[in-house]
């Protein structure tokens, strides 16, 4: 059974980081694009970050780039990581981690129906 379990959330002041990971288990994660996302409170799920199955090409939502960094690690399990620095209180959701069904070296997926795997979630808290 394939699952996605986020950790590394928590609460930070504003201008703090925190390094997200999303672990892979129960199928072959290589070759994969991989994504991140976040909902907010009231708000829709939105696109963060996404990264190709080789690793080559990213993308960033315009509102974190510079600040977010998207990377992964295809090792007997495939990780994934979203770090982070000079957070603000508009960076405050549940952030999610997902994988799409087929293999994508260099492609990079932004819309949530472009993956078919999703993990529960990591809040993320950033106080002023």
């Known amino acids: 059974q394939v699952q996605l379990a986020e950790s590394g959330g928590g609460a930070v002041q504003a201008g703090g980081s925190l390094r997200l990971s999303c672990t892979a288990s129960?199928?072959?994660?290589?070759?994969?694009?991989m994504g991140w996302f976040r909902q907010a409170p009231g708000k829709e799920r939105e696109f963060v970050a996404a990264?190709?199955?080789?690793?080559?090409?990213?993308?960033y939502a315009d509102s974190v780039k510079g600040r977010f960094t998207i990377s992964r690690e295809d090792n007997a399990k495939m990780t994934v990581f979203l770090q982070m620095i000079g957070l603000k209180p508009e960076d405050t959701a549940v952030y999610y981690c997902?994988?799409?069904?087929?293999?994508?070296?260099?492609?990079?997926?932004?819309?949530?129906?472009?993956?078919?795997?999703w993990g529960q979630g990591t809040q993320v808290t950033v106080v002023s």
């Open positions: 990264i190709s199955g080789n690793g080559g090409v990213t993308a």
């Open positions: 129960g199928g072959t994660f290589s070759g994969r694009s």
């Open positions: 997902a994988a799409e069904s087929g293999t994508s070296l260099f492609t990079v997926r932004r819309r949530q129906y472009e993956y078919r795997y």
